[in-house]
C-alpha cells in the first residue's frame, strides 16, 4: 500500500521561510514527476512547483523565485523550500506523485497534506 506523507508546516512570521518534506512508503520516487499543490481556504487547488524526470523544475507565477523545489533519490524525498513568505502563502500544501513523463502532472499517488499559516 502507497503512502504519501508530507511534514514541514508550521506557523511562521511575514517574510520567514519553511521547507517541507514529502516521503513515502510503498513508493519509490526516482526520478517520476513530481509536484507541490496547495489549497487555501475558499479557494481552487493550484500547482506550486513540478520537478520532470530530467530534473527540470516549474514555478507558478506567484512563487517569482522564492521557492525551490528539489529532491534526493537517495533519502526518497522530495523537498520545496519557500522563502520570502507572505499571508497569501497560507494554505494546505500537498505533496503529488506522478506515473507519467513530465510537467504538469495530475497526480497519482497523493498526500494528506500539511499546513503552512503566515502570520503578517
Known amino acids: 500500500q502507497v503512502q504519501v506523507v508530507e511534514s514541514g508546516g508550521g506557523t511562521v512570521q511575514a517574510g520567514g521561510s519553511l521547507r517541507l518534506s514529502c516521503t513515502a512508503s510503498?513508493?519509490?520516487?526516482?526520478?517520476?514527476?513530481m509536484a507541490w499543490f496547495r489549497q487555501a481556504p475558499g479557494k481552487g487547488r493550484e500547482a506550486v512547483s513540478c520537478i520532470d524526470r530530467s530534473g527540470r523544475t516549474y514555478y507558478g507565477d506567484f512563487v517569482k523565485g522564492r521557492f525551490t523545489i528539489s529532491r534526493d533519490a537517495a533519502k526518497n524525498t522530495l523537498y520545496l523550500q519557500m522563502n520570502s513568505l507572505n499571508s497569501e502563502d497560507t494554505a494546505m500544501y500537498y505533496c503529488a506523485a506522478s506515473n507519467g513523463n513530465t510537467c504538469p502532472i495530475r497526480g497519482d499517488y497523493w498526500g494528506r497534506g500539511t499546513q503552512v499559516t503566515v502570520d503578517s
Open positions: 510503498g513508493l519509490i520516487f526516482g526520478n517520476r514527476p
